[in-house]
């Protein structure tokens, strides 16, 4: 027998893993071990980290971001075809579409934004807004070097390619005559060639930075190969999207981060409308016991009457089928144990609808728009309508002000002016610049009460006119032209009238009582001359408010 002493065995050693391992206690490197806790700039494992998010946990999928490099996170391949797929959604998907055009259509209006000069020279500002209405507001074949849109209509059509594609470039052309007129180019033209041996080093999906990381050129892609290709300086060819992050070379799809939601919004639409249509065409269940047995089906037969047989003779009863029952009376004969039932679908089922609610509400919070405002604002009430439509209108004066106004509206409208300053058909000014942008009128669920409230704070000196003009999407200096205009020919209309017909017609009596006095003024006497009515004597003096907000008076 093997010897005993000091009471330990000796058999065999040591056995491995016995007794108790040196420093048991758990210890934060063990811990930064199994939770891979790692230093983002050594590298090195760490103890623990503050936010548990950052840690990798049983349960949850694993977040792959391998880099935040701005240019390495949006590269040219990846921007490609979030275009392909933004497209094909706006092509096939109602989700999508109203995104694109109801962005679109809230930013720009149906009309468009238009300038207003704000020089000094009354006169001169009247002149330019008339010629730019002109030149590039009626016919397109004056505005667009393709003949498509003119400045009004290329509004929303640029908003809808930046929501879209991501972007959308415009550059400026003179035409024969020296006028300034638009090329547009859509997102997909401007990437790197695809030319073999070609160094593009210098160039990150199109664009040439400098060392600031500004653009100072981009390459235009001039085939369908993606081979040939003009480069043009950034300084003549403008770029309109809406930031992303900061340090991305190019911008995303809007409908990148809503994508795969819009397009299982489809799938599940379209499984139950495939649903529906087959369930459509089964009027009739029959349940039996020998319903899993092949062959032994029940039939349904008619029991008034026989077959007949090519001589007419009976063949026994005669199968029918469902058209025939509908048509004609019949019974069907169940066997024992079965049973027939009306088919009814039990789709949609109870979670479809909470289901199709939550998936509409995060496509549309990912266009950053309220999903009420987009979709459905029925049932929300009137307090949060108009709490939902503010922060809407936020949303859309921010596109109006850093994309449409700052990146196409402005440039478009300086050159255009600039172009025809130069070309000696308007007179040059040393503060030719300045100009301010009307806007379309503000959304509203009730024009009467919103409106009639802005009257109030008129009326109490708290806006001015044309503050409350600017906001009903009004420019006022052009009402009241119309509105003088619009007297002075009714009144010609009028003395014209009684000479013809020798009757004396009285203006109030045939449009109203109006409350601008310009008759002494079309008869060559000073309106200041005109006698005063006791209401208008006892009336407090109005008070005068800025004409115009100079907010825009330094902006080149």
Not at 81 to 91: D, H, S, T, V
Not at 182 to 210: H, T, Y
Not at 380 to 403: H, S
Request: glycine letters at 8%.
């Amino acid at each position: 027998m093997a010897s005993k002493s000091n009471g330990k065995s000796s058999w065999g050693g040591a056995r491995k893993g016995a007794g108790r391992p040196k420093g048991s206690g758990k210890t934060l490197s063990n811990v930064a071990n199994k939770l891979d806790l790692y230093d983002g700039n050594t590298g090195q494992k760490v103890d623990f980290h503050a936010w548990e998010t950052v840690v990798r946990q049983p349960g949850r999928s694993y977040i792959y971001m391998p880099t935040l490099a701005p240019s390495r996170e949006l590269w040219q391949g990846t921007r490609e075809q979030l275009i392909r797929k933004a497209r094909w959604l706006y092509n096939n998907h109602g989700f999508a579409r109203r995104i694109v055009n109801g962005i679109a259509r809230y930013t720009a209006g149906a009309t468009g934004l238009w300038p207003i000069p704000r020089t000094e020279d009354a006169e001169w500002n009247r002149t330019v807004a008339d010629s730019f209405f002109q030149n590039n507001c009626t016919e397109p074949f004056a505005f667009d070097v393709a003949a498509q849109l003119n400045f009004a209509s290329a509004q929303m059509q640029v908003m809808r390619q930046v929501i879209c594609d991501g972007e959308f470039f415009w550059q400026p052309v003179l035409s024969k005559t020296g006028r300034g007129m638009v090329r547009f180019l859509s997102a997909e033209k401007v990437k790197n060639s695809n030319k073999p041996g070609l160094d593009q080093s210098k160039w990150s999906d199109g664009v040439m930075l400098g060392d600031y990381g500004r653009p100072m050129k981009y390459r235009v892609i001039t085939d369908a190969d993606g081979i040939e290709f003009e480069d043009v300086s950034a300084s003549e060819l403008y770029c309109v999207s809406r930031m992303h992050r900061w340090g991305y070379v190019r911008q995303p799809s809007w409908l990148a981060g809503a994508a795969n939601k819009i397009q299982d919004v489809g799938e599940i639409q379209n499984y139950l409308q495939q649903s529906y249509k087959m369930a459509a065409q089964v009027a009739f269940v029959i349940y039996s016991p020998e319903a899993g047995q092949i062959g032994l089906g029940t039939q349904l037969r008619k029991t008034a009457g026989l077959g007949l047989g090519g001589e007419g003779q009976p063949t026994g009863p005669q199968q029918i089928t469902t058209d025939m029952l509908y048509a004609q009376s019949g019974v069907p004969q169940l066997k024992p144990g079965e049973r027939m039932e009306a088919f009814k679908s039990e789709q949609p089922g109870s979670t479809f609808a909470p289901l199709m609610d939550a998936l509409t509400r995060d496509i549309a919070w990912s266009a950053d728009v309220s999903p009420e405002l987009l979709w459905n604002i029925a049932n929300i009430g009137g307090a949060n309508t108009r709490y939902v439509i503010a922060d809407g209108q936020t949303f859309f004066e921010e596109l109006q002000n850093n994309v449409l106004i700052t990146q196409f509206c402005r440039p478009y409208y300086k050159f255009w002016l600039w172009s025809e300053i130069e070309a000696g058909r308007i007179p040059a000014r040393d503060d030719w610049w300045r100009h301010e942008w009307g806007t379309p009128r503000k959304p509203t669920v009730d024009f009467g009460r919103d409106t009639a409230m802005l009257i109030q704070l008129a009326e109490k000196s708290i806006l001015a006119d044309d503050t409350i003009a600017g906001l009903l999407g009004y420019d006022l200096e052009h009402q009241d032209r119309s509105k003088i205009e619009r007297r002075i020919m009714r009144e010609r209309m009028i003395e014209d009238a009684e000479k013809q017909y020798g009757v004396d017609l009285d203006y109030n009596d045939l449009f109203g009582t109006e409350q601008i006095k310009v008759a002494e003024v079309n008869k060559g006497e000073d309106p200041t001359s005109a006698p005063v009515t006791e209401d208008e004597e006892d009336a407090p003096a109005e008070t005068k408010e800025g004409a115009m907000s100079f907010a825009a008076l330094n902006r080149l």
